[in-house]
């Protein structure tokens, strides 16, 4: 327990923690300025050359966009629990992450080489370093149960996405230094690939001071075939299933709750751009209200969820999306509602800005909870496993939220074809209901291989 502890070893332990802290501070400059907020406009918009016949003249821009991170998220399932397994028992959890860590930086630089009408170069660099990125969230996150006590891991995972917040707005202060998003002004645009890869070499660097790896499981030896010891071990969880029975459904109802999520952090400045036309002061009050109201949420919800629960928490969550969805996609008539009760006039674009600060709180609070509930639901000996399955959950439906997404706005207008935002939040619940948290935590603490 976190208050037997010597003070020396607290004072190490609190360290250890900083250190895993600070690469959600870092990576969120790649999640943020890349993925969510600068690059995937860039792409959209500039690279990728627009059709002025279209009802929506960017559209073959949003599905390659889509396209390419369901790509890379597609590999992280193919090698997620495997390298998970392999880092379990080879005590490489550190190796590993390092090199997610050093492949995200260079395929971020190198998107400084990609210009207007260099479509697959963008498409493979963006793949590329969505893959890493990726895999280093699975390795940092299969840290989190050597950390604490289980009953402290909400507020410890609370910390770090509150923490990565701040790290966004850093990054992305960096990026609006670029100017405008014109092909005028490209040759500045294309700093944010370097921008971006140096903030996260720099600021991660206390992660690998003081994060220490976790002992090799006792009866281990390192002069094994790890390919193999991985391929067996993830078979072997697969087989004991039913030994995680609410691991397993959590992990389900988690699959859709990714799959909206991956839609919501790819295009939410897509969306606002191209449907709400949101201009250069509402993206920037937008963005900060987010990264602020995110943090609040995952440092909020963390001491919330040590107190009532990580289901309850999670459930909580989702709800909270569900109502956010419903407020963007009337819009126009909760905009017309608040300027007739309050007498005022608020434009649609203030409107959606401030509703965009309630979805920032559901981004960072879901996000924290679900990988929480992971920890508690996991053994220590399985930890990296396990979280390679979250990550497997996690990226399969990213992968599938995403080319669906990308196919169905091809089909229906970009509002519309959000309402699977909404409809996936609402399968989740659903089928969180059926998850006996107590039970997944003995579950974990009983195991023995």
Same mark, same amino acid.
């Given at each position: ?190 700093? %944010? ?8 070499? +720099?600021? &991660?660097?206390?992660? !690998?001071? /003081?994060? #220490? @790896? ?109 109502? %956010? ?8 008539? +909760?905009? &017309?509602?608040?300027? !007739?009760? /309050?007498? #005022? @006039? ?104």
């Amino acid at each position: 327990m976190a208050h037997e502890l010597s003070p020396e070893r607290k004072k190490n332990r609190n360290r250890e923690i900083f250190g895993w802290c600070m690469f959600d501070f870092a990576n969120s400059s790649y999640t943020t300025v890349i993925i969510s907020v600068v690059y995937c406009e860039i792409f959209t918009q500039l690279v990728v050359p627009s059709d002025p016949n279209s009802v929506n003249p960017f559209q073959h821009g949003n599905s390659l966009w889509a396209w390419s991170l369901a790509l890379s998220y597609l590999f992280v399932v193919l090698t997620g629990p495997i390298f998970g397994a392999i880092t379990d028992f080879s005590s490489t959890k550190k190796l590993f992450l390092f090199i997610s860590y050093i492949g995200c930086i260079i395929a971020t630089f190198m998107l400084y080489y990609v210009n207007p009408g260099m479509i697959w170069l963008g498409f493979i660099l963006v793949a590329i370093s969505n893959f890493f990125f990726a895999s280093g969230e699975n390795f940092a996150s299969s840290f989190l149960p050597t950390l604490g006590a289980k009953e402290d891991l909400g507020k410890i995972s609370g910390y770090a996405w509150g923490i990565g917040y701040f790290g966004g707005i850093g990054s992305v202060v960096l990026a609006t230094t670029l100017g405008d998003y014109t092909l005028a002004n490209y040759e500045n645009l294309k700093l %944010v690939g370097p921008y971006t890869a140096v903030f996260f070499l +720099v600021a &991660a660097i206390p992660t !690998f001071l /003081f994060l #220490k @790896e976790p002992h090799l499981p006792l009866g281990h030896k390192p002069s094994v075939n790890y390919l193999k010891v991985g391929l067996d071990r993830v078979v072997t969880t697969l087989k004991d299933a039913s030994r995680f029975k609410d691991l397993m459904i959590y992990l389900v109802s988690l699959f859709f709750t990714m799959a909206a999520l991956a839609i919501a952090i790819s295009f939410a400045f897509i969306y606002g751009s191209q449907e709400i036309h949101i201009e250069a002061q509402h993206k920037q009050v937008m963005f900060i209200f987010i990264q602020i109201s995110a943090a609040i949420g995952a440092l909020a919800f963390g001491v919330v969820q040590d107190n009532i629960g990580a289901k309850k928490t999670f459930n909580l969550t989702l709800v909270l999306w569900i109502a %956010v969805c419903a407020l963007i996609y009337f819009v126009q008539d +909760v905009t &017309a509602a608040l300027n !007739f009760v /309050f007498g #005022k @006039e608020w434009t649609v674009q203030w409107v959606f800005v401030f509703i965009s600060s309630l979805a920032g709180m559901g981004l960072g609070s879901t996000q924290s909870a679900s990988r929480a509930m992971v920890g508690i639901f996991s053994p220590e000996a399985k930890s990296g496993e396990f979280f390679g399955m979250w990550g497997l959950s996690g990226k399969i439906a990213a992968a599938v939220g995403l080319f669906l997404f990308g196919y169905i706005q091809t089909i229906v207008s970009l509002r519309n074809a959000f309402l699977v935002v909404g409809f996936f939040y609402v399968i989740s619940l659903l089928i969180n209901l059926f998850v006996n948290e107590k039970r997944g935590v003995e579950a974990a603490n009983q195991f023995q291989e």
